[in-house]
């Protein structure tokens, strides 16, 4: 991935859709005006900041990739599979904004696709051959849910998408070493899977420039005790190419070991903001 900066903003974009002209960026909590757990770069009004901190902080990220509020389309998350084929008419409609769906697809040029997050993962989506673009949130519940391909399959459908043209990016969010669950989510998770995703040996901790790395170990348990972790990032992109798509770029940033530069739900204990995400084609 590429990190740049825009004034006091810190951005990444990723490699493969940066050579395809794609207009994205994932974007650190940093050089916002949020004060508090929300510090600085928080984007959501859901997680009790004020609301004229959150709209200057979206204005600043947009106006980073060259693109005003009035282009930027959202909507409520709900862990599930639902995707939106979306378009510039949905700016123009009261309410668009309020459909709960965890992935948008779109092939309309302008058109800012912006999503949330805090440990779960982000994922970007781009078919350079028939020029679209999506994003979809991906929490625990989304792999079991079986979101990604979903949205593999809704560019399909809407636009003629083959999988192997598309190019995915999973971005920055929990890593193995830092998502600990229980026994009854860790089978959920490995069901929806077709590689194993659970892992009950030691992983690496992740390093604060957020080179990551997972490995297991026989003789050393995760955090003194045997209880399942998952890796959420080779779960995503063993859906992902299960589902047809070849090429996918995986961040390897966990959120909740740099919480310096990312907010994380779990690591602060709810009390964070969120970090924004947008795709559009110019």
């Known amino acids: 991935m590429h990190r740049l900066t825009h004034h006091a903003l810190v951005y990444y974009q990723f ?4 050579a395809a002209d794609v207009n994205h960026g994932i974007f650190t909590r940093l050089g916002g005006v949020s004060e508090g757990p929300w510090a600085s770069l928080n ?3 859901t997680t009790g900041d004020a609301t004229e901190p959150v709209r200057e902080n979206r204005r600043r990220a947009l106006d980073a990739l060259g693109l005003a509020p009035e282009q930027s389309l959202t909507s409520w998350m709900v862990h599930g599979n639902h995707v939106r084929v979306v378009s510039c008419d949905d700016l123009r409609l009261p309410g668009a904004n309020d459909v709960r769906a965890d992935a948008m697809v779109t092939r309309d040029r302008g058109l800012a696709l912006t999503l949330r997050f805090a440990d779960c993962i982000p994922a970007l989506f781009c078919d350079p051959v028939k020029g ?3 994003i979809a949130h991906v929490g625990w519940r989304g792999i079991v849910n079986g979101v990604l391909t979903e949205t593999v399959r809704a560019m399909a459908c ?3 998408s083959r999988p192997r043209d598309i190019l995915a990016g999973i971005g920055p969010s929990i890593g193995p070493a830092r998502f600990e669950v229980d026994e009854e989510v860790a089978a959920q998770i490995q069901a929806a899977v ?11 901790e992740v390093s604060q420039e957020g080179m990551a790395s997972s490995a297991s170990s026989p003789d050393r348990l995760i955090n003194g005790a045997q209880k399942p972790h998952v890796d959420l990032w080779a779960a995503a992109r063993a ?3 299960a589902a047809g798509v070849r090429h996918v770029e995986v961040a390897a940033i966990c959120t909740a070991s740099n919480t310096h530069e990312w907010f994380s739900h779990r690591a602060e204990r709810g009390k964070t903001g969120r970090f924004g995400v947008i795709i559009a084609l110019e």
């Open 15 to 18: 490699d493969a859709l940066r």
């Open 43 to 45: 984007m959501s009004c």
């Open 132 to 134: 679209a673009i999506g």
């Open 158 to 160: 809407a636009f003629g």
């Open 194 to 204: 077709p590689e194993p995703v659970v892992l009950r040996t030691a992983c690496e």
């Open 239 to 241: 859906q992902l190419e």
